[in-house]
């Protein structure tokens, strides 16, 4: 039953692989869930392989920076990947372990996402132009908000399971079987909001736009181009796929891997890509049927899931 | 199996009533309470299967068809008669009443396992959350300013008993919760008459301006 991962060797390979294989599929789900948006719009959509068309493109051109910028500018889309991509191998995705779980669990997962997040905001701030230090600070409203959420909404299935490692977590629900929690649908609620908030979509912030009054993700990186673009493009598309596939960690963990047979790998691997699709398809319906909030009415829904994950916690003691 | 859909039920309906705390457009929160009956349904459906109590199907036929959708249907026509679509300045901004709410969430919660049936998993659950419901709607009525707004409140309260007596007791005479059903629709149709004789009078439906009255 259990799947630790005690072999350094094998951790790294596990590791590898998986990084590798959500980095190739991170832009295709913002492919589907541009292209599902654009059916509900009666649209054709672009083709799902546009977005990797889009990374090949950028990453062939030149990168042109701001005479004014310093390293930092520099550093900031780098290490903005790396901390997505060193979030990756915390995350179970097909084995119900995650490959460098003896490294740290939910904690460092908030804390490597927040450096990410931290080293794009300096970066927005490094050139002087208005519109980053503008994205900036947006960003960081919403984040001083939403990462307490995140974290109580963890916190919540960290409670059920005793411990605050991934992959020990999703053992336990397997363990469990299938017994629920009111809380559980509390914190599901909520962190969902989070994950909208945290990806950028429409409530929030709309990323298909590139309003000066309402962006915020995409004024902070106004200034990129070419391969620094590229980057900071696929790490967000990385993010995304990252929330969705904690969310099915969390919540719906059935099918995943417990042991390396071949058959349970590709069950699970189907599997993982249903459960992913099939948020996808939420957060797709999310974006087309509301409206972007006003930014001043962004900290009130945040707070709403701030709120909701709250109560879960609150519920697991009584 | 049955619990587990109880449990995710009555969570849901609990997370409708929040999220109706959460935001200020009406049309959303009616669609919430819309949704909040269904769940209720889903309740009911789930018992009499389990139990097999064939009048709780009736129940559920009627929570479905009336608060889901007629009642829905009913309030959003008042909206659309009266063109106020927004609860613009609540007693409390909306952070402030979450907080409250989740203090009132825990309060309900805590309660109910002073009940003898409060010990056993599932009836735990629904009996928390239905207090938990029935403290946010009170909360609601008092903190918020439209009449509409009310009139939610007032049906999440009744949905909250509702959901008490499907789930918890053995339940009540179909002639009883007929008499309910009937009562709860006079109510939102008279509830919804006042509110464009409000409106006629004083061109909003801000109930704090009905004190002017006095003069």
């Known amino acids: 039953m259990t799947l630790m991962i005690h072999d350094a060797l094998a951790a790294t390979i596990m590791a590898l692989l998986q990084t590798a294989g959500l980095l190739a599929a991170a832009p295709l789900l913002r492919a589907a869930i541009k292209k599902m948006k654009a059916r509900l719009q009666n649209r054709q959509g672009p083709p799902l392989r546009q977005g990797y068309y889009d990374l090949a493109k950028l990453l062939r051109k030149e990168p042109i920076r701001s005479e004014t910028a310093s390293w930092v500018y520099v550093a900031g889309p780098r290490v903005y990947f790396a901390a997505a991509v060193a979030a990756t191998t915390l ?66 299935s960290a409670l059920a399971a005793g411990s605050l490692n991934l992959g020990a977590l999703v053992r336990s629900v397997l363990q469990r079987g299938p017994s629920f929690h009111p809380s559980d649908l509390l914190a599901f609620a909520g962190l969902f909001i989070i ?67 071949p058959g349970a790998i590709l069950v699970s691997l189907l599997a993982w890509a249903g459960k992913v699709f099939m948020l996808a398809i939420a957060v797709t319906l999310a974006e087309s049927t509301n409206a972007k909030l006003r930014l001043f009415r962004v900290p009130e829904l945040v707070s709403v899931s701030l709120g909701l994950a709250f109560l879960a916690l609150a519920i697991r003691f009584l | 199996m049955t619990n587990d859909v109880l449990i995710l039920c009555a969570a849901g309906m609990l997370v409708s009533a929040y999220l109706m705390v959460g935001q200020k457009a009406l049309f959303t929160a009616i669609r919430l309470y819309s949704a909040q009956s269904l769940f209720l ?52 901004n909306v952070p402030a009443s979450l907080l409250i709410c989740v203090g009132l969430t825990v309060v309900g919660y805590r309660v109910s396992t002073g009940f003898p049936e409060g010990a056993r998993g599932v009836s735990h659950h629904l009996i928390g959350t239905a207090l938990s419901m029935l403290l946010i709607g009170l909360f609601l009525m008092v903190t918020r300013k439209k009449a509409i707004t009310q009139i939610l409140a007032l049906l999440t309260v009744e949905n909250a008993v509702f959901l008490v007596a499907v789930g918890v007791t053995s339940g009540m005479p179909l002639v009883v919760e007929l008499g309910i059903f009937f009562d709860v629709i006079l109510a939102v149709l008279i509830l919804g008459i006042l ?21």
């Open chain 2, 195 to 215: 509110v464009h004789r409000i409106v006629d009078r004083f061109e909003s439906m801000d109930v704090s301006r009905l004190a002017k009255l006095k003069g």
């Open chain 1, 195 to 261: 994950v909208i908030a945290e990806t950028g979509r429409i409530p929030v912030d709309n990323p298909a736009t590139h309003l000066e009054l309402t962006m915020i993700h995409e004024a902070m990186v106004l200034e990129y181009a070419g391969p620094d673009l590229a980057l900071v493009e696929w790490t967000s598309a990385l993010k995304e796929l990252l929330y969705l596939t904690l969310l099915v960690d969390l919540f719906i963990p059935v099918g995943i891997a417990t042991s390396a047979a």
């Open chain 1, 91 to 156: 995350v179970p995705v097909l084995f119900a372990a995650a490959p460098l779980e003896a490294a740290g669990g939910i904690l460092l997962l908030v804390g490597t996402l927040a450096l990410g997040r931290f080293a794009l905001a300096t970066a927005a701030l490094d050139t002087g132009s208005p519109f980053g230090g503008m994205g900036a600070s947006r960003d960081m409203t919403i984040a001083a908000l939403a990462e307490p959420a995140l974290m109580l909404g963890l916190f919540t």
């Open chain 2, 41 to 92: 349904g889903i309740v009911a459906i789930t018992i009499a299967i389990s139990e097999s109590r064939h009048d709780l199907f009736v129940t559920a036929a009627l929570t479905v068809s009336l608060k889901g959708i007629l009642i829905p249907w009913f309030l959003m026509r008042v909206i659309d008669r009266i063109g106020i679509h927004r609860e613009i300045e609540p007693f409390l």
